[in-house]
């Protein structure tokens, strides 16, 4: 049995391992999952993963990895080269930092404004198989929260090519995923933020960031 992916072409989240895979270079086969279809809330793919989203990672010996922290842990545990939480004892601590800023300060900002606004997300406002209403509040909030998580990121590359000082790490993994997903909510870096495009453009030059 090979390893397996099961994906969503346009969903950020699967987005993140698929960049992941490739920087270790680590062979597997994908399974495509319509969410904009409501696949992942049917019957067969709740038998693969309860949770309901994706990515999942099936491993070959049949183990089920259902979230994107438990992928990067195994793959890096697994696949320690490259390094992609850093080396020292210091730059994992600013790798985890900053990884845990994208996700809750960039990704969780923009799916607070998203899910609480679109109305093909009404009664949708989490993902998962429980059906939570939307807070219109929430969606405002989030833009307010992204803003400055731009802010800050950008503050943080200045006179850098990475996010953390020890090199390419999950953190600008995720990072750039957060950066480009804002788009749904009509966000992206503004002229002020030069150091932040500066560093994305860098990055779409690696070949995984094409996937």
Request: charged letters at 25%; hydrophobic letters at 45%.
């Amino acid at each position: 049995m090979t390893i397996t992916l099961y994906d969503c072409a346009t969903a950020p989240s699967p987005r993140r391992a698929r960049i992941l895979l490739a920087e270790k270079g680590v062979a597997h086969t994908t399974v495509q999952v319509d969410l904009a279809r409501g696949e992942q809330l049917g019957k067969a793919f709740r038998a693969i993963n309860p949770l309901c989203t994706v990515p999942a990672l099936r491993l070959e010996d049949g183990l089920m990895l259902t979230d994107n922290a438990a992928i990067a842990a195994y793959l890096e545990a697994r696949f320690p080269e490259p390094p992609l939480r850093g080396r020292s004892a210091a730059d994992q601590a600013e790798v985890a930092s900053w990884q845990w800023r994208a996700e809750f300060e960039g990704l969780m900002a923009i799916a607070d404004a998203l899910r609480n606004s679109s109305p093909a997300m009404i009664d949708r406002a989490l993902p998962g198989p429980v059906d939570y209403p939307q807070i219109a509040e929430l969606a405002q909030r989030g833009l307010a929260r992204l803003q400055r998580f731009l802010d800050s990121l950008d503050a943080q590359l200045a006179g850098r090519d990475t996010i953390a000082a020890g090199g390419f790490s999950i953190a600008d993994i995720t990072a750039v995923v957060a950066v480009d997903f804002a788009r749904v909510v009509r966000v992206k870096p503004a002229e002020h933020h030069a150091n932040l495009r500066r560093w994305r453009e860098a990055m779409a030059q690696r070949p995984s960031f094409k996937l």
